[in-house]
Every structure is written in structure tokens, then in C-alpha cells.
């Protein structure tokens, strides 16, 4: 079974500054995808970011990249310029590749704060 | 267009009670999943549907639980025999599929309080 541990349940940061949260994660698999969701208070969950495990690149959506560590099972969320409205619990989700849509596995979340 | 939408936002229901819970998926998409996220927690999977049928209801917890969704679009959580413990946010997310991994969408979830 794999599970996804995240060690730091709150950050906080202020406004314009990098923050970087943690993620790693236990798996037999070779073939897999790591995900980053957002959960503002609204209870919405948001994909933030994904990263396929056979690319070696690290992914990256405009302020929101990754750090990913295949040998390690090692996948961290650099948040920069940080803004108010990234304000929310940040979950990293694992999912097998088994050629289709599969299930999430969930970490227990970091709730991050960005102060004015 | 319109996103994931569950019904009701929120249900308070008496310990031993039944509840229905109901997902609307965005129009196309053939899966459909539950996750359920307690206080404090990330969500856990319940099941998961491809089309009308369970290919996956590996997470439901016991049988007190059961989803359907007969018609391949929308989708009911029912839970008999309601306990305290059951008491969280039910969320529902679906996407497309195709042979290579799609994003899950999911609703604002259905908060269940189990008095």
C-alpha cells in the first residue's frame, strides 16, 4: 500500500516570500504521479500542480513548482512571491498509473498561512 | 461550465438514522469517485466508478455503506444505520478517462454530523 506523509502541519509565511512545503512518500510502483491540491476554507479542493514519476523534469505552474526526488520519494512544493489568497491546507496526493483514472492517496495536509 | 456539485452542503442526522448523499459530475465524465476527509485529515477514498459500475470499492469502510449510479452520471452515497464516527466531509470528485492519467475535479463537499 503506498501512503504520503507530511511532516509539518503549519507554515506560515509573509506576503512576497518563498515557502517551501514538504511531502514524501512510501511505493513499490515505478509508474505513478504525485499531485499538490489547495483546500481554502470554501472545502473545494484545487489541483495546484502534477508530476508524472518518468520525467525527470520538475514540474512548474507559474508561482508554484516542484522538487521532485524519485530515489528519495521526496516531493516538495516551493511556493513563490507568495500571495493572501494562498492561503489555504495544502494536501499532496499519490496515484498509481495503471492506464487510467485511479485513486488519490492523500498526506494529512499542511496548513499554510501568508501574513500581510 | 459547471463544475462538481453535491447535495446537501450539509446534514445533520440522528445516530441509527439513513442519509443519502448525492454528486452531480461535470457533464462527460465517465469517473466518478467518493473520498471522505474526517477532522483534521486528508481525504480517504471510498470508491470508484467507470460508467455505472464500482470498479473499485476497496475504501468503503463496511457495508453499513453502498453508492450507486445507475445511469452514469450522477451518483448517491447511502449510509444505513448512522454512527458518530461517520460524522465528516463527504467529497466527490470525477474526470475523463483515457488511457493516461486525468486531473480530478472535485465538489465543495457534503459535511455529515452524526448527533
Known amino acids: 500500500a503506498q501512503t504520503v506523509t507530511q511532516s509539518q502541519p503549519e507554515m506560515s509565511v509573509q506576503e512576497a516570500e518563498t515557502v517551501t512545503l514538504s511531502c514524501t512518500y512510501d511505493?513499490?510502483?515505478?509508474?505513478?504521479?504525485l499531485f499538490w491540491y489547495k483546500q481554502p476554507p470554501s472545502r473545494q479542493m484545487i489541483l495546484v500542480i502534477r508530476q508524472e514519476a518518468y520525467k525527470q523534469q520538475n514540474a512548474t505552474e507559474n508561482r508554484f513548482s516542484v522538487n521532485f526526488q524519485k530515489a528519495a520519494k521526496s516531493f516538495s512544493l516551493k511556493i513563490s512571491d507568495s500571495q493572501l489568497g494562498d492561503t489555504a491546507m495544502y494536501f499532496c496526493a499519490f496515484m498509481k498509473h495503471q492506464g487510467g483514472s485511479e485513486k488519490l492517496v492523500f498526506g494529512k495536509g499542511t496548513k499554510l498561512t501568508v501574513n500581510p | 461550465g459547471a463544475g462538481v456539485s453535491q447535495t446537501p452542503s450539509n446534514k445533520v442526522t440522528e445516530k441509527g438514522k439513513y442519509v443519502e448523499l448525492r454528486c452531480d459530475p461535470i457533464?462527460?465524465?465517465?469517473?466518478l469517485y467518493w473520498y471522505r476527509q474526517s477532522l483534521g485529515q486528508g481525504p480517504e477514498f471510498l470508491i470508484y466508478?467507470?460508467?455505472?459500475?464500482?470498479?473499485?470499492d476497496s475504501g468503503l469502510p463496511n457495508d453499513r455503506f453502498f453508492a450507486v449510479r445507475p445511469e452514469g452520471s450522477v451518483s448517491t452515497l447511502k449510509i444505513q444505520r448512522t454512527e458518530r464516527g461517520d460524522s465528516a466531509v463527504y467529497l466527490c470528485?470525477?474526470?475523463?478517462?483515457?488511457?493516461?492519467?486525468?486531473?480530478?475535479?472535485f465538489g465543495p463537499g457534503t459535511r455529515l454530523t452524526v448527533l
Open positions: 511505493t513499490s510502483e515505478n509508474n505513478y504521479y
Open positions: 470528485a470525477s474526470s475523463l478517462y483515457h488511457t493516461t492519467v486525468n486531473e480530478q475535479f
Open positions: 457533464s462527460g465524465h465517465t469517473a
Open positions: 466508478f467507470q460508467g455505472t459500475g464500482a470498479a473499485d
